[in-house]
């Protein structure tokens, strides 16, 4: 039985299924993007960690453009978009997504801290992480869209968001994390996407906020969450969207804005 957010990927795609698209359509950036978490790696992407069940993936099993590459990669940062990514663009690309900047402030280091270490040691790293992204992120952030647009002049660039964690409506029984640390989280998630989104416009870019698709699905929304809890055995998992994160929340937004 399908989930209600396969469902919607099942409606979005069909509606489209008929369309042959003339986009040249390149996904870039972060583990985000790449689809970790959601399961079905291409064993071609080695580490990277690509997903078949990745939000990029999914736009082009439903609008079938005339090109479609993926060369998003976990862990990604500013630097590895503008050292190994940007020669999949060209003059002729015409779409392209990314998601990037989290990795610049550490932030996946900021949430192992906050699982395994105190309260203190918690706000400490998340404090460090947004003054980096109020101060160092910006003017990476400008850099790279800047080389995008070199790269590919004539493209539709859309730049995607992260979600908040958790929903601290339910945190006073959610086990796990104090709610001073989700709260403090969440709020660093809100100031990455601020500044991204500001880089964006600025950029002349598209901002897809994915903030909105996640309410009701984020961690403490039992049983309808989209994102993987601290997950032991598989840490790069870890506060990853989930297949239906990928439908339901990036491939949802990015098919609102893309052409």
């Not at 491939?251 to 893309?258: D, E, K, M, Q």
């Amino acid at each position: 039985m399908l989930t209600a957010a396969a469902t919607a990927a099942v409606t979005l795609m069909a509606t489209n299924a008929s369309a042959t698209g003339a986009d040249h359509y390149v996904a870039l950036g972060d583990s985000y993007s790449s689809g970790v978490g959601a399961g079905s790696y291409t064993s071609s992407s080695g580490s990277c960690d690509r997903s078949t069940n990745a939000y990029s993936q999914l736009w082009a099993n439903s609008r079938h453009p005339a090109s479609y590459v993926s060369v998003a990669c976990s862990g990604a940062t500013t630097q590895d978009v503008l050292n190994n990514q940007l020669s999949a663009l060209s003059s002729g690309t015409t779409l392209v997504s990314i998601t990037i900047g989290g990795n610049d402030v550490g932030f996946s280091s900021v949430m192992e801290t906050c699982v395994l270490d105190s309260d203190s040691a918690c706000l400490n790293a998340i404090n460090t992480a947004t003054s980096q992204a109020k101060t160092i992120l910006p003017g990476r952030l400008a850099t790279t869209f800047a080389a995008i647009r070199r790269a590919a002049p004539s493209a539709h660039v859309v730049v995607l968001g992260y979600p908040e964690l958790y929903d601290l409506s339910h945190s006073w029984y959610c086990p796990g994390l104090s709610g001073t640390d989700r709260s403090a989280l969440n709020n660093a998630a809100d100031l990455l996407d601020t500044q991204i989104s500001a880089a964006a416009q600025n950029a002349g870019d598209t901002f897809a906020d994915v903030r909105g698709q996640f309410h009701g699905h984020e961690l403490c929304d039992f049983f309808n969450e989209w994102l993987h809890s601290v997950d032991v055995t598989d840490v790069s998992d870890s506060y990853h969207p989930t297949a239906d994160g990928q439908s339901g929340g990036y491939y949802a937004a990015f098919s609102a804005v893309a052409p």
